[in-house]
């Protein structure tokens, strides 16, 4: 390593959402100068308040915790995108999931960045190739993709376009590493990254199981349990999902697929009363203590 820009310092994160703020708030618990970009000054406001429960986990999760409490007071927060990146060395982006608003983004933001600046996408089901029309820096344009809770689900998706030049890629390998994520570097552009390409199709197997009247959720969890000693089946894993995004996602295919239809309805009855997964407290299985993880499950 060496060079110019290759020593990352300044991370601004665009969007304080729930995974903007997760990513800003372990950046600087990691100790790195953390700005939090969003639209106006009630959206930082909800990312100051997204983060207020986060320094009780991280005392639980991390030997080192208690130096999360400062952590809040010391990111700074701006509605200013060229304030907000005046000094970035990287900047993340975690706005919503729409190829125009992140578009505009991307040429709003290459107007006003310094030149060093790295700027790395957390989309989850775009590609850089389909923004990279949009930026100034090609050479310096990759993909980031962190997993929500990131303390715990501490994976990191590096993942670049045919233009992003390798030694960006190892910097972010070495960035996430600094954070405490574990780096999975792809070598090639992939839809849903490693995890959601192998992930999305399973939990859509498992509800056409169920869709199409073959079996049952705790069935189909259980079988696949047994014989593979996973330690959840699909249906355990759309309770952490939560069922509104597996819902949104059958909604989208139903018009030209009868099975989406089927499950985007049996889903809806479980929405509809307020069955929504983990978070609800109930989905498949009822929380705390899902009977998935009690030992007679499986006899
Ligand atoms: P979110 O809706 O919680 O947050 C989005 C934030 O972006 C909001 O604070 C919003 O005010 C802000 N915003 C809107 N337009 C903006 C703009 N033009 N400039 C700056 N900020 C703007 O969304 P999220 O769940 O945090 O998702 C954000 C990104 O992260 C998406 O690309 C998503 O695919 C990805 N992601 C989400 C998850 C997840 O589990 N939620 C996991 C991995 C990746």
Sequence with gaps: MGGDNMSIKNVTVAGGGVLGGQIAFQSQFMGFNVTVYDVNDSALKHSEQLMTSYPDIYKNFYADGEKADKVIE??????????????????IEAIPENVNIKKDFY???????????????????FVPSQFVDSVDRPEKFLALHFANQIWVNNNAEIMGHAGTDEKYIDELVKFARDIRMVPF???KEQHGYILNSLLVPFLDAGQKLWANGV????TIDKAW?????????????????????PYNLA?????????????ARLIKEMIDEGHTGLA???G???YPNPEYQQESFLK
């Design 74 to 91: 010391n990111i700074r927060f701006s509605s200013n995108l060229t304030d907000a990146v005046q000094d970035a060395d990287l900047v």
């Design 107 to 125: 040429e709003q933001l290459s107007r006003v960045a310094p030149q060093k600046a790295i700027f790395a996408s957390n989309s989850s089901t």
């Design 185 to 187: 570097k792809l070598n």
């Design 215 to 218: 079996s049952d959720p705790h």
């Design 225 to 245: 349990m047994l014989a593979t000693k996973a330690p959840m089946g699909p249906f355990a894993i759309l309770d952490v999902v939560g069922l509104q995004t």
């Design 251 to 263: 909604l989208s295919r139903s018009d030209t697929d009868e099975e989406q239809a089927k499950i």
């Design 280 to 282: 609800a407290g109930k």
């Design 284 to 286: 498949f299985y009822e």
